[in-house]
């Protein structure tokens, strides 16, 4: 569950740098949509969690990355889905 919410909340993070880096409208709305959703569902699974088996020892996940185009986007992401897999 560490893993999982460090790389959640990384998540909000790193998506919210995308979304201010991208040129395309519509991904600087999708990328709106995420960062501002997953944040507080991140929350709420790490609070629902801790209330039962304790405080979490949240870990350093990776640093921010530059967004260098729409397949940085899908790479981003297919990581993100794999882990929560």
Do not use: R
């Given at each position: 569950m560490?893993?999982?919410?460090?790389?959640?909340?990384h998540s909000?993070?790193?998506?919210?740098?995308?979304?201010?880096?991208t040129?395309?409208?519509?991904?600087?709305?999708?990328?709106?949509?995420?960062?501002d959703?997953?944040?507080?569902?991140?929350?709420?699974?790490?609070?629902?969690?801790?209330?039962?088996?304790?405080?979490?020892?949240?870990?350093?996940?990776?640093k921010?990355?530059?967004?260098?185009?729409?397949e940085?986007?899908?790479?981003?992401?297919?990581k993100?889905?794999?882990i929560?897999?």
């Open positions: 560490e893993d999982l919410i460090s790389v959640l909340l909000v993070n790193q998506v919210h740098t995308f979304h201010l880096q040129k395309s409208f519509a991904e600087h709305k999708a990328l709106n949509e995420y960062y959703s997953v944040g507080d569902l991140a929350d709420k699974l790490a609070e629902a969690y801790q209330g039962k088996y304790g405080i979490l020892n949240y870990k350093n996940v990776s921010i990355e530059k967004y260098e185009s729409k940085t986007l899908i790479q981003y992401f297919d993100i889905i794999k929560i897999e």
